[in-house]
């Protein structure tokens, strides 16, 4: 238990006033260059010209990619993205602002019940280790929809915490908390699908099971929350479902049941996955953490209903994914808050009583520290192409720096008598500098391994004329459109248009590689071909066909058949 002198929990008004002063501080800290990097490609470009074409072609319930029927996910982050379009145009800085929203909402949270329910110093180490993070905070940069799901159903168990675990004096708390659950867990399913009701299901299960609260299962059967669940769930699905006969099979059967049973799209992991992911990527706060779920699995095994509920949300996240036939790193983006919460109690906790995890969190933060500068210098011949560039080599050795200080700074206080609390300040400071050195950084990664099509799609655009086509060859480049402004023919390419072209078999969008080189030379239009370096290379050593460079780059070039 906290001691009584940190257990100063949040009183209202002031708890308003420092949620707002949070707020002011996160908001800087996430929104810092936040546009500096244009769109990556595939993600990024998908999920901006995903909401371009609804905001362009006013049609809100269906979901095109490039023209093309795209039923993979569902609508609520489109329908978020299509209205900053409508407000602010298309920009970095614009298309990331949902993201960063996110960010803030759930290190928000995080501090609300810490602050609620332990004490401010726990809610303000939660919030500020959940926030400088390398796997939190590395996806508050990326526009894709993980963050966003993870945050609403991160919601959907605080709300579900608040009602059940940590249970309020008043019965009306209790179903306010229940109807905002299920809110949340509908919005989560809107964002991503049935994921948003089913992992928050299996933890809220597994608790009822471990706790043996088998009664509290009639009780979590709210019908005014229920009827909300599927008041805000079921519309768009029964308007989709209405617009297309195929919808339903797709997207409940193929995009839910057969991706997490099969590997069928290629992202097929050994279960052992996620276990360095997590250990990478809670730097700088991994020892510290690391010893908090020790802590908090002996007082869930001593039968402490919160910390079974915590234990419950980080295993039953990473057993669920690793389980799983389709794994990528952000799946396991929910398990971030309960991690950084326990971490904020066990580092509130060493202030003034216990010395010892203190310092057993910092030996190990050491460790992982010292494995982590070993995993860079070995990495560097992987990155050789990227370090060439000396402002990319000065941000990759400033980093490394930061790695060695952030694991002796621990250590020495822990043997120095140094306050803990200083000493904790400092590792957010080191860990928020870090963040914004991988911010830089990426950069110069996405230029070396995701090179952007910014510059010649702007090209196009400025030279582009009514009636005339533009194509990409050999594959879809998805910033492209974005940047264009405009939806793009593919040549010789499907991915993941596929759908989209088997249910529009009529569709101008793909065209086979013979039949666009007929019509290279045999239309009066004039046509704009983006292709890459090496495919320009292919295409042309064994075709004499007349046409005009228009521009090029190190990885792309533009071509024109006039």
């Keep these: 238990m906290l001691n009584q002198k940190i257990k100063d929990k949040i009183t209202w008004p002031e708890g308003f006033r420092g949620i707002f002063f949070l707020a002011i501080i996160l908001s800087i800290f996430f929104s810092y260059e936040m546009g500096v990097r244009p769109f990556a490609d595939p993600d990024e470009g998908r999920y901006v010209e ?39 145009g298309i920009s970095e800085t614009s298309m990331r ?43 508050s940069r990326l526009i894709i929809l993980d963050l966003a799901v993870s945050i609403l159903m ?9 009602s059940f675990v940590n249970i309020p004096a008043r019965i009306t708390s209790q179903k306010i908390h229940m109807t905002l659950a299920y809110a949340l867990a509908a919005l989560a399913c809107l964002t991503k699908g049935l994921i ?43 308007m989709m479902a209405l617009q297309d006969a195929d919808f339903l099979h797709f997207y409940f059967v193929v995009e839910h049941l057969q991706r997490y049973a099969s590997n069928g799209h290629n992202r097929y992991q050994p279960p052992w996955f996620f276990i360095p992911i997590l250990l990478a990527g809670f730097l700088p706060w991994t020892g510290f953490s690391l010893v908090a779920i020790k802590n908090s699995c002996k007082k869930a095994l001593a039968k402490d209903s919160e910390n079974i509920f915590f234990i419950c949300w980080i295993f039953g996240t990473l057993g669920f994914f690793s389980f799983s036939n389709s794994k990528l790193i952000p799946y396991i983006l929910p398990l971030t808050p309960p991690i950084a919460l326990i971490t904020g109690i066990m580092l509130a906790e060493t202030f003034d009583t216990d010395d010892r995890n203190f310092k ?86 996405q230029e070396m391994k995701k090179p952007t ?29 974005v940047y264009l402004n405009s939806t793009v023919g593919v040549v010789d390419f499907v991915g993941e248009l596929e759908f989209g072209a088997k249910a529009d078999r009529n569709n101008d969008k793909l065209i086979a590689e013979d039949d666009f080189w007929k019509l290279w030379s045999t239309t009066n239009k004039r046509i704009f071909l983006l292709l890459s370096q090496e495919h320009y290379r292919e295409a042309f050593a064994t075709k004499n066909l007349t046409h005009t460079i228009l521009d090029f780059d190190k990885y792309f070039i533009v071509i024109m058949n006039k």
């Excluded at 501090?111 to 996806?139: K, M």
């Excluded at 400025?462 to 492209?480: A, E, T």
């Design 154 to 162: 991160s919601g959907t168990l605080w709300c579900f915490f608040m």
């Design 453 to 481: 099509t910014k510059e010649l799609a702007k090209l196009i655009s400025m030279n582009k004329k009514s009636g005339d086509l533009v194509f990409c060859y050999k594959r879809y480049y998805q910033d492209f459109p």
């Design 196 to 238: 948003g009701i089913v992992l928050p299901g299996i933890i809220i299960f597994l608790w009822i099971v471990f706790t043996k609260n088998w009664s509290r299962i009639k009780d979590m059967l709210y019908i005014p929350g229920i009827f909300v669940f599927f008041a805000i769930f079921l519309p768009w699905h029964i």
């Design 360 to 445: 057993i969190g910092a030996w190990c933060n050491a460790f992982l520290f010292l494995i982590a500068y070993i995993a860079y210098t070995a990495a560097k011949e992987e990155i050789s192409d990227i370090l060439q560039n000396p402002d990319a080599a000065l941000l990759t050795n400033i980093f490394a720096l930061l790695l060695i200080v952030a694991a002796l700074i621990p250590i020495y206080s822990s043997y120095c008598n140094f306050s803990k609390v200083r000493v904790t300040v400092a590792c957010v400071f080191i860990g928020a500098n870090m963040m914004w050195l991988i911010n830089k950084a990426s950069v110069f990664y």
């Design 50 to 88: 995903i909401p371009r074409e609804m905001a362009a072609t006013g049609d809100f319930v269906v979901p095109k990619l490039n023209g093309l029927k795209y039923f993979e996910k569902p609508a609520l982050f489109y329908w978020l993205q299509a209205g900053v379009i409508k407000i602010f």
């Design 97 to 139: 602002l949902w993201v960063v929203i996110f960010a803030i909402l759930g290190c928000l949270g995080v501090f609300f019940v810490g602050s609620r329910f332990y004490s401010i110093t726990v809610g303000l180490l939660s919030s500020g280790i959940l926030a400088t993070n390398i796997l939190y905070y590395a996806h």
